[in-house]
C-alpha cells in the first residue's frame, strides 16, 4: 500500500523537471494551462504513493522518472508502471491508483496485489 497526501498548492520552481518523465512532461504540456499546476502536483502526489508502495518489493531507491503516472479510464484514477528494468518488479507493469482533491489537499493511493 502506497498513500501520500501533499497540500494543494503550486510545487516549487523546478521541481517538473527533476520528476517527470517526458510522457509525463507531454501530459502537463498538452493539460489546459490553468490545471497544470494541479496535474503536476496528482502526478507528484501519485509517483509519491507509488514509492511507498514498491520499495518494500524491490528494496532500492528508484528515481522519480523510473515511475510513469498516466491518465486512467475514471477521472479519479491514474495507472501507472515501472519503466526501469534491474528490480524484481516487473518492467512496465501497470498499477491502478486513485487521487483525489479537497479541503486543500490532494491525496493519492496504490494497492499492489502481491501473489
Known amino acids: 500500500i502506497g498513500i501520500d497526501i501533499e497540500a494543494n498548492r503550486p510545487l516549487p520552481q523546478g521541481v ?4 517527470l518523465s517526458e510522457p509525463e512532461q ?7 494551462p490553468r490545471l497544470a499546476a ?4 496528482r502526478v507528484f ?3 509519491e504513493a507509488l514509492y511507498k508502495a ?6 532500492r531507491a528508484l528515481p522519480p522518472q ?5 491518465r486512467g479510464a475514471r477521472d479519479d484514477g ?8 534491474g528490480t524484481s518488479f516487473p518492467k512496465d507493469a501497470l498499477l491502478e491508483g486513485r487521487w ?4 486543500g489537499h490532494v491525496a493519492a493511493a496504490v494497492v499492489i496485489k502481491v501473489a
Open 16 to 19: 517538473a523537471r527533476l520528476i
Open 26 to 32: 507531454q501530459w502537463i504540456r498538452r493539460s489546459d
Open 38 to 41: 494541479e496535474t503536476l502536483l
Open 45 to 47: 502526489c501519485a509517483k
Open 54 to 59: 514498491i520499495y518494500p518489493l524491490v528494496r
Open 66 to 70: 523510473a515511475l510513469i503516472v498516466e
Open 78 to 85: 491514474f495507472v501507472a508502471r515501472l519503466g526501469v528494468e
Open 100 to 103: 483525489a482533491a479537497q479541503r
